[in-house]
């Protein structure tokens, strides 16, 4: 874990308290939403180009843990968590969306630095990633329509430009560049973009909080609603992994490497979406970037009890490679 993953909780939290102190500056506060868009734009586009998408088959070389990661992902997962959702936060329709948004989108970065943390199989996270993309994609916009049209919270339009706006542009245009470039620009491009992401992030974050910082203390003690249902997707998730795990006969890289593949959100994504696909409901927005200051953590706990569980000697005895 190098110094920059163990400073991004940090660097979150700090973008967030800077953003809210500007908030108080009208002239800051009434300028800084036109800029969250751009931020957002560049971030995703570092995201799509150090996604090997060259890659896709090697998702499906384990099947086993290909399947099963995908079903508790996009199957299981979203239930829960829509559960979750409307036990803890029915009386906030944005909270709630913003909560579910979180929770049906599996991380694309910083997965891969928790799973090194717990000795897990590297490369086999790495191979599900592409497919985990895709899917996300694909299905949020379909699960968002599934679990919230009845309430009109959703409109199609808006959602429609947003998927063009903020994934089909910096995709498309990631995927230029990786086409023109040689393999030696590539990676170096590549590498100059990932090093930008977390800072990308943390600018989009410090605009959405100077623009709305007013509306967040007029609604903190909904926003902090949040923390329960998170914490128990997160336990439950953790608790799950481990039985599947031991009844599938995973051995422990693999066991590590769906814990942190199943845990992990990718609240970037989706906060990219909900900013242009739910214009005037800013609380969706803030209730995702809440998220990773409760995740990160979590996962670095996370991975320290899966250490505990491959030096315990309680499972997986007779598969540790």
């Excluded at 670095?300 to 009890?305: E, N, P, R, T």
Aim: with cysteine.
């Amino acid at each position: 874990m190098d110094l920059m993953d163990k400073l991004e909780p940090g660097i979150i939290f700090s973008a967030v308290l800077i953003g809210l102190m500007l908030s108080n500056i009208h002239i800051i506060s009434q300028n800084t939403a036109a800029f969250i868009n751009i931020f957002l734009c560049l971030m995703l586009f570092a995201i799509f180009l150090e996604i090997p998408l060259n890659k896709l088959k090697d998702s499906f070389k384990n099947t086993k843990f290909s399947l099963t990661s995908l079903m508790i992902n996009f199957i299981w997962t979203p239930l829960f968590g829509y559960f979750l959702g409307s036990l803890f936060l029915k009386g906030n329709a944005d909270v709630l969306i913003g909560f579910f948004m979180l929770i049906l989108t599996p991380c694309t970065d910083w997965y891969l630095v928790f799973t090194k943390l717990a000795k897990g199989d590297i490369s086999l996270s790495l191979s599900i990633l592409p497919i985990n993309l895709i899917l996300q994609i694909i299905l949020l916009p379909i699960y968002l329509i599934i679990f919230f049209s009845s309430g009109n919270a959703i409109e199609y339009s808006q959602l429609s430009y947003s998927i063009l706006t903020v994934i089909v542009i910096p995709f498309a245009a990631a995927q230029i560049v990786k086409f023109l470039l040689n393999d030696d620009l590539k990676e170096k491009t590549s590498a100059i973009f990932t090093s930008l992401q977390i800072w990308f992030l943390a600018l989009a974050v410090m605009c959405i909080f100077a623009s709305q910082g007013e509306l967040l203390f007029s609604n903190l003690d909904s926003i902090l609603n949040i923390f329960i249902p998170l914490i128990l997707f997160f336990i439950s998730n953790m608790i799950i992994d481990l039985l599947l795990s031991e009844k599938i006969n995973f051995t422990y890289p693999e066991y590590a490497s769906l814990t942190m593949t199943t845990l992990a959100r990718n609240s970037p994504l989706a906060l990219a979406i909900a900013i242009n696909s739910f214009p005037g409901h800013e609380l969706i927005s803030i209730a995702l970037v809440i998220g990773p200051l409760i995740e990160l953590p979590i996962l670095y706990i996370v991975s320290k009890f899966c250490l505990y569980i491959k030096n315990s000697g309680l499972f997986f005895v007779c598969r540790q490679f």
